[in-house]
């Protein structure tokens, strides 16, 4: 049964409620109240007719208003987004630094924590609350206005409070609920003021070809200590902050770049705080002596007496011109790869050469071979043909930067959070959800939804 269907249902119980009201009015009985029933019934079938023919009309009001003032079903779902993005992320971090509590040191900061996550939570909740309803409202807000109709109609006044409120109060969610967040902002400052106050630093590790290098290691000092380990994704990305570290405000961090059990330098060699205007920013970090090939399957160490130009790198063959610095002097070329990879064949200047030094060590849990190869030529053309089968991650235990110097200021600033977004999306949100459902009372008054079915005296 569609929505016509209904309306003409509604229609056919509004007739029944007229005559009822008619027949009432018309028996030859002298009691006032029975009378007075008859006369409200009639106004009861007339006042549904009216209804019924102006469904279109309210609907298409609802429509004009919303245009009126502004409210856009998008800017709604887009706001509750964007709120949700920010409880997951701070949530994460979270997360991360109740897993850090281990040391007796810390770990009076776990209650602080819960507390925070607690309020997180539930203005977590208050947000999947709120975009159900939109959604609920948004896709059935007619099918509620016809049921609504067919309640109102139902004779002798048994549907007319709730059907007048299912009316008034599916009319003025349509309308009013799109403009929540405009409600909700203009009483509150931006949350984005508060936060947990670590800056995130994210970018790539780009080699001398201007390739990216995943899986490799990247190793943080500080006063030459080593204070963090981090381990680059598939991508060949690394990131620092955003719920993995707890980085200080100022921070100045010496950079070094480990693949198959070879250190590098990186360019920059360091990470700082002066490079990050904003709390997120991006940072790409290139190593100018390292080529890489088959997807970081296989490393090709540049000498340091030597240049490498002219790179080509195809699916099973990598080549470049290595070109020493001074003259009558030759060059060690050093070629790592693990064991999922295989070298087929090296050639310098077209010929085939080979390794005058193999070793094979251990990094990392993978088995890594490093061959050595001695080019004497000023200008050598090297063209190394590999077979590369699988891709190995190295099992690094990561050490992630905690700031515990900071983390009480962290703390402090995320139960503001928490307030905040407790204030921001649940109070709020609960203040303008009474101011509607108010309106939708009087409105539903206005149709006439009051009273019982009347009583004889």
Request: hydrophobic share 45%.
């Amino acid at each position: 049964m569609n929505g016509d269907d209904l309306l003409l249902m509604a229609f056919n119980l509004s007739i029944l409620t007229y005559d009822l009201g008619v027949v009432l009015y018309s028996l030859p009985i002298p009691i006032k109240s029975l009378k007075r029933w008859g006369i409200n019934l009639i106004i009861d079938g007339i006042s549904t007719s009216v209804l019924i023919s102006c469904f279109t009309l309210m609907l298409s009001l609802t429509n004009v208003l919303q245009n009126l003032l502004n409210a856009d079903w998008s800017t709604y779902f887009t706001w509750i987004g964007g709120r949700v993005a920010m409880i997951f992320s701070a949530l994460s971090a979270l997360t991360y630094v109740s897993g850090l509590l281990k040391n007796p040191y810390i770990s009076l900061l776990s209650s602080p924590i819960g507390i925070v996550a607690g309020y997180l939570s539930a203005a977590l909740s208050a947000l999947r609350l709120l975009t159900f309803l939109g959604s609920f409202i948004l896709n059935y807000h007619r099918h509620l206005v016809v049921l609504g109709i067919v309640l109102y109609s139902l004779p002798m006044r048994l549907g007319k409070n709730a059907g007048a409120y299912l009316i008034a109060m599916s009319l003025v969610l349509y309308v009013g609920l799109p403009l929540m967040p405009v409600f909700v902002e203009s009483f509150q400052s931006s949350v984005a003021d508060h936060g947990l106050d670590s800056p995130s630093i994210y970018g790539y590790v780009i080699d001398l070809s201007g390739e990216v290098v995943p899986n490799a290691v990247l190793n943080l000092y500080r006063d030459n200590e080593l204070v963090g380990k981090i381990l680059i994704n598939e991508q060949g990305r690394f990131t620092l902050g955003n719920g993995y570290d707890l980085l200080p405000k100022e921070f100045n961090y010496d950079v070094k770049l480990e693949l198959y059990g070879i250190v590098f330098t990186t360019m920059p060699e360091i990470i700082s705080s002066e490079m990050c205007s904003k709390s997120v920013c991006s940072l790409n970090l290139t190593v100018p002596g390292m080529l890489t090939a088959a997807h970081g399957r296989l490393l090709i160490l540049q000498p340091t007496n030597a240049v490498v130009n002219m790179v080509r790198v195809g699916s099973n063959e990598v080549s470049f011109t290595l070109s020493v610095n001074y003259d009558n002097v030759s060059s060690k070329l050093l070629i790592a790869h693990p064991k999922g990879t295989t070298i087929q064949s090296i050639l310098i200047d077209g010929e085939v050469s080979q390794c005058y030094s193999n070793v094979d060590f251990d990094w990392y849990g993978i088995q890594v071979s490093v061959c050595e190869l001695l080019v004497v030529n000023a200008a050598a053309q090297v063209s190394i043909i590999y077979k590369s089968m699988y891709v190995e991650r190295p099992s690094v235990d990561e050490k992630r930067i905690i700031a515990v110097e900071n983390m009480n200021t962290i703390l402090a600033n995320s139960i503001s959070l928490g307030i905040s977004l407790i204030f921001s999306l649940v109070f709020l949100p609960s203040l303008y959800m009474t101011l509607l459902l108010s309106i939708s009372a009087s409105l539903a008054k206005f149709l006439g939804g009051r009273g019982v079915p009347i009583k004889l005296q």
